[in-house]
């Protein structure tokens, strides 16, 4: 049944309030306790003094690999499962990262990253996305920004359309600079400014994550299980954020987020 009100269907209302309890909750930190039995601030202590330059630079390496992987071999047909493939590949490698540490970071991310990357394009891709163009290539991309949530953010500042709102006009350059090329130019400054937005919000992330595997009692086993959750919340992301996308191209963005906000609103009070 057509709500007359909003032009979606029930069965598209449905879908839009799952994709808005993804993206609004993402929830990692949440999961990351249950995973090490600890809230993420107390994990956070067993990082070193140093570790922040070094995640950053690391997360802006990963994401430049996933960049090159977004726009030069995601047209390929998806296989079957793969998302579990995906998931299993990512908890392996956290496997290494647990058993390292902080050592492991420049091999290990970069490595997990464009698995969940590919990951996130088969998502993508079951949304009726066209991967082979720049547009839905970078959509995969910006779904490592809005899988992080600044906690020091108000809620208005730190929402999925806010976030996409953000990262809008440098997106749509940037779509715009990969189409006219039709190649990836690493250095591209248009590239770098994306690369940058992305990287301060995944960076959240990921010292959360890297946080979690430093603890000494961790260990290669439980490493691999925060890598695991940290590939689901990201799978989580994408699946609302295509559905999104989806639904927008049916009912026109305009309508999709006015009824997005308003199911919000309503679950706020």
Not at 185 to 192: D, H, I, M, Q
Not at 216 to 232: K, Q, R
Request: proline content about 4%; glycine content about 8%; aromatic content about 4%.
């Amino acid at each position: 049944m057509m709500d007359a009100t909003t032009g979606l269907s029930a069965e598209d209302r449905a879908a839009l309030r799952e994709a808005m309890h993804a993206l609004e909750h993402p929830g990692f930190a949440a999961r990351l306790a249950s995973v090490i039995g600890q809230p993420v601030e107390r994990a956070g202590r067993a990082l070193p003094p140093a570790a922040a330059e070094a995640i950053a630079s690391v997360t802006t390496k990963a994401l430049n690999a996933a960049l090159s992987v977004a726009l030069t071999t995601l047209r390929g047909s998806p296989r079957a499962g793969s998302r579990r493939l995906h998931t299993a590949l990512a908890a392996a490698s956290g496997a290494a990262g647990g058993a390292f540490g902080l050592m492991s970071l420049p091999i290990e991310l970069p490595i997990s990253t464009v698995i969940m990357l590919r990951s996130i394009a088969e998502i993508a891709r079951r949304a009726g996305e066209d991967l082979s163009t720049p547009d839905a290539a970078l959509a995969c991309i910006q779904v490592f920004a809005l899988g992080a949530r600044n906690p020091n953010s108000e809620g208005s500042e730190s929402g999925y359309f806010a976030v996409r709102s953000i990262l809008a006009k440098t997106v749509s350059e940037a779509t715009r600079y990969v189409a006219e090329r039709g190649i990836l130019e690493e250095g591209a400054p248009v590239l770098v400014r994306l690369l940058s937005l992305v990287s301060s919000r995944f960076g959240v992330v990921v010292t959360q994550k890297l946080a979690a595997q430093a603890i000494p009692v961790i260990g290669a086993v439980g490493g691999a299980a925060v890598n695991y959750a940290f590939i689901e919340h990201f799978q989580d992301t994408a699946a609302g954020h295509f559905t999104v996308r989806r639904l927008e191209r049916i009912h026109g963005k305009e309508t999709v987020r006015d009824e997005y906000e308003r199911l919000r609103a309503s679950e706020a009070a």
